[in-house]
């Protein structure tokens, strides 16, 4: 009977060094979750930072693009609408849709493109 419970003994401190010694997976799991974790913190500051810089050019452009319709409209003075008929003529519309979306006739739009086509150039 003290044979069994020696053999029970020494049975159950193996049992206890072996989990010591065995790898723990939630702990693991846990580390690879901290890591993918700031690895995403890590992601979104760099967009957020990417995103700021794009805001600050887009607005450091918006300046130039307002002072070049105004210009454009002061060289107009018979029709303000012309920078927007510029503007559409060089994004591609044709002569005819101009006319259409801006309610006047294609000869008028004509003239327009006509007289500022060394601007489009």
Do not use: C
């Not at 901290?34 to 957020?48: N, T």
């Not at 609408?81 to 006739?105: C, D, F, P, V």
């Amino acid at each position: 009977m003290t044979i069994m419970i020696i053999i029970l003994f020494i049975i159950s401190i193996v049992l206890i060094g072996i989990s010591f010694l065995q790898r723990d997976n939630v702990k693991e799991l846990e580390q690879e979750l901290d890591h993918l974790q700031l690895s995403a913190m890590q992601e979104i500051y760099k967009l957020k930072k990417k995103m700021r810089v794009v805001e600050e050019e887009l607005l450091q452009n918006d300046t130039p693009l307002k002072e070049q319709t105004k210009t454009n409209s002061e060289d107009s003075q018979t029709n303000p609408n012309t920078s927007r008929i510029l503007a559409k003529y060089r994004q591609g519309m044709s002569i005819e849709a101009i006319a259409l979306s801006e309610g006047t006739s294609v000869e008028e739009i004509r003239a327009i493109v006509e007289q500022n086509e060394r601007v489009l150039t």
